[in-house]
């Protein structure tokens, strides 16, 4: 990271993962007293167990040996404001996840927030993003201004979760504030019966890079019952923004389709699109993979390529094409899984229903 540049934590907490979410919760923010603070929480009334931040004015705390599927509450002192978060189910027990992205460039601030305070209606137990968090990563101040002050009703409560795109930078302050093993933009973590996958489509994917290898092996070892990508660039788009990556379609949906991957997300195009189940670039209700850009958390719309101008693939496996700022709500009940797109009123536009055997 360029040493002009001192990143701060935002005021107000934010969550992610240490390792496993269901015994562990990071909790990061910012402070103008560099003393170390009492973080109290508990899973009762009481908040009757403590742990001691760094010092500094930047903290960060780790808590772990947790108990699965657990509501716990906290508070940074002994007067804080009370917080509460969720961790993971160990079993296979019902659980909801928030999804969508795409608030950066020439984003409506007024969408942003009607879309933030919806979301704690779906009660999720984390918020995932399909990238462009911000217009430019490499700026100090538009991430404060931004992402963090937007989200700041919802950062203290539910982990974010977030991909890598485009616009959100070269990777320094992304990496300093969604910091993964290795500080790589690739990771993966299974929550309940569910193994989601963040891939990196700015980074080098192809076949015998680290991240291509790092796909592989965790398909191959992965026994959940479900398997979900999330990544930026969508390999099946007929939408006017930047169409369909085929790069991304010839190296990494091979892999999807070899590993049983169940639903590729992606966000880049400001729209929301729902493809057929598709295998080797055909429909295949038994066999394909379901791809759903959900890119309209805010920015400028796109909209969708002209029916007469598709290709003749193209019109067999579109699904779903809408000009519209939305986010996806998604519950997964053990062997059912269900997406709902909700536009800014919380409207329903689509509902896909995956059942697996």
């Given at each position: 990271m360029?040493?002009?540049?001192k990143?701060?934590f935002?005021?107000?907490?934010?969550?992610?993962?240490?390792?496993?979410?269901?015994?562990?919760?990071?909790i990061r923010?910012?402070?103008?007293?560099?003393?170390a603070?009492?973080?109290?929480?508990?899973?009762k009334?009481?908040l009757?167990?403590?742990?001691?931040s760094n010092y500094?004015?930047q903290?960060?705390?780790?808590?772990?040996g947790?108990?699965?599927?657990?509501s716990?509450?906290y508070?940074?002192?002994?007067?804080?404001k009370?917080?509460?978060?969720?961790t993971?189910?160990?079993r296979?027990?019902?659980?909801?996840f928030?999804?969508?992205g795409d608030?950066?460039?020439?984003g409506?601030?007024r969408?942003k927030l009607r879309?933030?305070?919806?979301?704690?209606?779906?009660?999720?137990g984390f918020?995932l993003?399909?990238g462009?968090?911000?217009?430019?990563?490499?700026?100090?101040?538009?991430?404060?201004?931004?992402?963090?002050?937007?989200?700041?009703?919802?950062?203290?409560?539910?982990?974010?979760?977030?991909?890598?795109?485009?616009h959100?930078g070269?990777?320094s302050?992304f990496n300093?504030y969604?910091?993964s093993p290795?500080?790589?933009?690739w990771?993966?973590?299974?929550?309940?019966?569910?193994h989601?996958?963040l891939?990196?489509?700015?980074s080098n994917?192809?076949?015998?890079?680290?991240?291509?290898?790092f796909?592989?092996r965790?398909?191959?070892?992965?026994?959940?019952?479900?398997?979900?990508?999330?990544?930026?660039?969508?390999p099946y788009s007929?939408n006017?923004?930047?169409?369909?990556n085929?790069?991304v379609?010839a190296?990494l949906?091979?892999?999807?389709?070899?590993?049983?991957?169940?639903?590729?997300?992606?966000?880049?195009?400001?729209?929301?699109?729902?493809?057929?189940?598709?295998?080797?670039?055909?429909?295949n209700?038994?066999?394909?993979?379901?791809?759903?850009a959900?890119?309209?958390?805010?920015?400028?719309l796109?909209?969708?390529?002209?029916?007469?101008?598709l290709?003749?693939?193209?019109?067999k496996?579109?699904?779903?094409?809408?000009k519209?700022?939305?986010y996806?709500?998604?519950?997964?009940t053990?062997?059912?899984?269900i997406?709902?797109?909700?536009?800014?009123?919380g409207?329903?536009i689509?509902?896909?229903?995956?059942t697996?055997?």
């Amino acid at each position: 990271m360029p040493s002009k540049i001192k990143p701060t934590f935002p005021r107000r907490p934010y969550l992610s993962w240490v390792a496993n979410p269901a015994t562990t919760i990071r909790i990061r923010y910012s402070s103008t007293a560099k003393k170390a603070d009492v973080i109290f929480y508990g899973n009762k009334l009481n908040l009757n167990q403590r742990l001691i931040s760094n010092y500094g004015t930047q903290k960060e705390v780790n808590l772990s040996g947790l108990i699965p599927g657990t509501s716990y509450r906290y508070r940074i002192g002994q007067n804080g404001k009370l917080y509460s978060f969720r961790t993971s189910p160990r079993r296979v027990v019902p659980f909801s996840f928030v999804i969508y992205g795409d608030y950066s460039s020439g984003g409506n601030r007024r969408i942003k927030l009607r879309l933030y305070r919806r979301i704690p209606k779906e009660h999720p137990g984390f918020i995932l993003f399909t990238g462009d968090l911000v217009p430019n990563g490499n700026n100090l101040g538009i991430w404060k201004n931004q992402f963090f002050a937007p989200v700041g009703g919802l950062s203290p409560y539910f982990p974010l979760v977030p991909t890598h795109g485009n616009h959100d930078g070269a990777g320094s302050l992304f990496n300093y504030y969604f910091r993964s093993p290795g500080r790589r933009r690739w990771d993966s973590f299974v929550y309940a019966n569910a193994h989601f996958i963040l891939l990196d489509t700015e980074s080098n994917y192809s076949p015998g890079s680290p991240q291509y290898r790092f796909l592989v092996r965790t398909l191959q070892r992965s026994r959940a019952g479900w398997k979900l990508v999330c990544l930026h660039q969508p390999p099946y788009s007929t939408n006017r923004g930047h169409h369909s990556n085929l790069k991304v379609r010839a190296v990494l949906c091979p892999i999807f389709e070899k590993y049983g991957v169940n639903i590729v997300f992606s966000g880049h195009n400001h729209c929301y699109e729902r493809t057929q189940p598709i295998y080797q670039n055909r429909v295949n209700l038994k066999s394909g993979v379901t791809y759903i850009a959900t890119g309209g958390g805010g920015a400028a719309l796109h909209p969708p390529v002209a029916r007469n101008n598709l290709s003749a693939a193209e019109k067999k496996w579109i699904s779903v094409r809408l000009k519209i700022h939305h986010y996806l709500s998604v519950r997964i009940t053990g062997k059912k899984l269900i997406v709902t797109a909700k536009n800014s009123n919380g409207k329903i536009i689509d509902r896909l229903v995956k059942t697996r055997l």
